[in-house]
């Protein structure tokens, strides 16, 4: 209220003071220092007194302030608010045109900031501040900081961050800026150092003369490229700033990008921090690792520099990180990092506009970054000197300091040997184009000359590794070639695919490499399970026997086996048989191994010749006496014997239990050797070792023969018993023939071949095979009872076994050849002229016929749907008619090449067994060959020797080879069940079991069973029999085992009728088989419906003769003729054949007629027999097995 009345009486002073159509003076209201109306204090008016000069100078009046306050009206009283110029309208925009020009340090000058005018005229070092109203509009001077300008006017603000105008700086590195080459502290610094001023230009902070200077290398050029050091842009092309600035202002003081992408600058305290005194001037160094070739050139490069031609990381001018000081002789190293190696082909040229630098000199004819080819020669241009064969050569390697190692050694500075003792290889080449050195030198490929030669290999690999590796060629290294005619002979040459293949098989992961595969110098061994075992990918044939650590074959559990394992690897015995020599018994095995091999079914080659054996991996000469023991049962060594028990323990040794002591401390044992008591003794606890001298090497040596470990001993009241585990002398073999090895080294099976027709891979592979049942081109194909004749004689000095398979097969027409159960094969017809004929099949449920011409083929290949979903055709029977011939009395046909498979085509999954064979590395066409005869000494059914087992017949049975052979157990073909069952049953042991029974030498005798009431296989019981007593081998035993069963019965004779005290008496003698019981007789009459006993004459059936009686009855009989039949009983209702005599009834009564016996079985025919039998079974045995 207070304010309004003092405005009211203003208003009227001033309208009674200033008439109407006067000016009114802004500073009557103004000019107080009150509240009402703001206060301008004239005394202290800055720069913008006298703004308005129309109305005089040294005054302000209203003119001065209507300038800047131009809505505003002095004639009358003016409203609010009330408009007025911003600084920039009069001093940039020229809305004033006579208000001075402020050029840089504005918003949109060439030096522009983001500040205000007021943010820095409102500083109390250009403004007086006299109340809270006061504005640097009117009492702003101009800023002089006491300096004129130049470099301390610029300083003031820009390197003085404790002025009052710090707080202006809206980046306070702005405050802080330092001079171009500001670490650099010496002012005598020779090269000097540019000041603000010569960048920037001389003037005041808002002078037209400031600038700012585009930062390019062009700019940077101005001073630099005429330098001491005479610095250009990188290539020509990168910008100054993109590697010592990380942003524009940093040219103030210069940095440098470091490998990181981030930057630094220098700090330098001394001269020695920015130079090496020990080079020649300048000899500029930085103090820290700043970037270099590699941080932009190499791997991911820096986003920054995207543009910079990037190869692989590692740079490689060779494999081998140490390559620059290998090959340089008495040189210095061409390089000692990636880096380095960097400057020794471009040399320092960061600065340069060509970065190529001694390249160049070898460019040439060639173009950057070209593609590879045998017309580009960026290679030969620094390594080789020379002009054969023509090329586009221009060597000029000397530009080089070091010069680079040249690939003949014409300069004479290559060593003979590298630092790491590499040979040096002269490269005789037939060409050196680049595409030549990129054979052996480009391990990634690349495709063009930039890429290669920033990633050369050390020399060598790629997949063609025949073109260097040919003793015939050139590339490798003389002590790294082979004889590729001699590799292509021998039994590695097609595996893989055959070639190169091969190789990489065996050096690599059998696909071709890059260059050298990463394992090239430790290649594949034949017995590290890589190859020939089950896992593996080239299809190299299994092998179970007969090599290094056999027991151990996919086996890495040890889990107990009996493959034949031996002490020498694979390569001591095949290195007998090869095309050609390695440089080591490796290297030539595994290139040149032949199938020339000795006949390995022939065992005692050497196994038995010394000489032999020492050249074939030092064989087992089985008739010496070694000191190797063995478990006495490898599954189970663990043995229970109770008193009175034997036990044994093979090569003639048993173990006998005597007593246990009843403190069971100790047990009284014999040892038994061939029958004989060989030691008797008390044991406890622990070992037993019995010990013999033997001839070993020439020399009498006592050696540990039987060793038992007593594990236990234990007491009851009716009995005790031990248990122990064992080993004994591995057994000296006696036999000298290859048939007796069969015989425990073979695990027999009836003679077969089964072929692969396919395999088909799934989550497990399934196999798809037949039979192949004939085949005139496999000498595996045979008679084996005619080929075990020869074996049979041959001696340990016959290398090769002669095998002649069938060759071809003559047929008369009509003739039918029945091939195998279910295939046969049946000349139909010849025409008359031999021309045709006319052949007819039957295989399975195939039936098929076809004409053939002479020397044509008869082939069926019919459809045949093994898969289940995808019938294919299948060639089961092939053959070549060789001849028809026209002959009496029939016309004939000779059939050659014959190939016969099963139509039976089976499946089976891989890592299962067949044939004992494990399917997993067959394939297509793969073939197993099984029978009595191995297919060789590494086959699945060799082991390492056979001490019986459950499967008695395999050995003991037709199709097995022990001399002791059972063909017929006679009698006893069902005892038990029948096969191995009945073996069991004499001998001791069960089905699983892996060694002979420990009894098996001493089998059940006839009354363990016969007279046995228990455990006795349903025998026939005489225990109370005297038959029981005698010699039951004298009639019931042939060829050993072979029993016979006589079936004998009682006979009956001296059968008699007579009238007796007026009865009718039947009298008859019979007699049971040899000491066995007559226990019962009776007699009919006519008819066997009505049968009636009789009675022994002493009163009881206790012997072998009886005389026997009955009263008849015959009033019940008809007049005329009858007959009684009189028969006797042995054990078990076992009744004999009747023996009668006829009779007369007359009137009732008996009429005795001349009596006449007429038994079925006389005595006579009794002894016929016995004779019969008695020469069937002298025959039987002196007829060999």
Known sequence: ???????????????????????????????????????????????????????????????????????????????????????????????????????????????????????????????FRYSANASAAHYGRNASFGQSPGESYCAFCHQNSSTVYSDVMQNQDNSRRGNHTSGIINPGHLAERPYCTTCHGTDRIHGTNLTKPVPNSGFCNNCHQSDRLQKDRHAGSVECILCHADTDSDIHNIKYLLPDGTYRSVNATGCGDCHDFGLPLPSFRLQFQAANCTTCHLGNGLIKFADAPRFPSPLMHSSNPVSGGLWNGTQAAYWDSQVNACYYCHGYKLHDTDPLGNVSNIKAGNALNQSTTNTSFWCANCHYNGSDPSGNYSYNATSFDPVPPEMQNKSGLVPATASDGTTFYNHSLAEYSDLACKTCHAPNSPATSALFIHNVGAGGGGPDCISCHDSRGGGAPADKRIDIVSFNLSVHYNMNGGGNGACWACHGDGTAPLGHPAEYKSPKKCSNDACHSLDQEFRAPMIYSHFRNASLIDNHNNVVNYNVTTSNDCQECHVNSVNSQGRNINSTVSHFASGDLFDSINCIYCHLNEDNSKEWGNATLIYENRTALVELN???????????????????????????????????????????????????????????????????????????????????????????????????????????????????????????????????????????????????????????????????????????????RSLYEGEVWNISDGTSLVVRGVDTKSEVVILQLRTGDYFYEDIVNRGGIFEFSPQINYLGNQPKNITIFRARVSGIIQARPKNMVVIEDVVALSPDIRKINANQTLAGYNTSWLWENSTINVGKIPDNFHSSQLYDGGNGGGNCLSCHGGEGFSQKKVLSLGKHDILNGGGNNACRACHGGTADIQAHPAGYKNPRNCLSCHAATNNNYNAVYIGDEEHKNEKCEACHVSNIHEIIGLHMTPSVKKTVIAKENNSTILRASVSAGYKMKVRDARYYIDTPLNKSGMSPVDGVFDSQAEDVFARMDLSKLSSGKHVVYVEAMERKNNWGVPSSVEFIIEGGSLKVPETKNTSMLTLADMLAILVVVFVLRRFRSTTPP
């Open 634 to 808: 490898r599954e189970n060594n663990k043995f229970n014997a109770r008193e009175g028990e034997s036990v044994d323990f093979g090569s003639g040794f048993s173990f006998k239990v005597l007593e246990v002591s009843s403190v069971r401390s100790s047990v009284l044992m014999e040892l038994i050797k061939e029958n004989i008591i060989v030691d008797k003794r008390l044991i406890g606890i622990g070992n037993y070792t019995y010990e013999e001298y033997l001839t070993i090497d020439n020399g009498s040596e006592k050696v540990p023969v039987i060793i038992i470990n007593i594990t236990g001993i234990f007491k009851g009241n009716d009995t005790g018993f031990i248990q122990f585990e064992g080993f004994r002398l591995k057994r000296v073999h006696p036999e000298k023939k290859i048939t007796s090895c069969y015989s425990c080294h073979v695990k027999a099976m009836p003679k077969a071949k089964y072929r692969v027709i396919e395999r088909v891979s799934s989550e497990k592979d399934e196999i798809y095979y037949t039979k192949e049942t004939a085949n005139f081109t496999d000498n595996k194909i045979f008679d084996e009872n005619v080929v075990l004749q020869l074996l049979g004689v041959l001696t340990d000095e016959d290398r090769h076994v002669t095998i002649q398979p069938e060759k071809r």
């Open 1 to 127: 209220m207070k304010k309004i009345t003092i405005i009211l009486a203003l208003l009227a002073y001033l309208t009674f003071v200033y008439p109407a159509g006067s000016a009114l003076e802004c500073m009557l209201c103004h000019n107080a220092d009150a509240n009402e109306f703001p206060f301008i204090n004239l005394s202290l008016f800055g720069v913008h007194a006298d703004v308005n000069s129309t109305d005089g100078a040294g005054n302000i009046t209203s003119g001065d302030c209507i300038a800047c306050h131009y809505s505003a009206n002095t004639l009358i009283f003016h409203s609010f608010p009330i408009s007025t110029y911003t600084c920039e309208d009069c001093h940039i925009n020229g809305t004033v045109p006579a208000a001075p020009r402020v050029s840089n340090h504005n918003g949109s000058g060439n030096i522009s900031v983001a500040a205000f005018c007021g943010d820095c005229h409102n500083k109390t070092s250009n403004l």
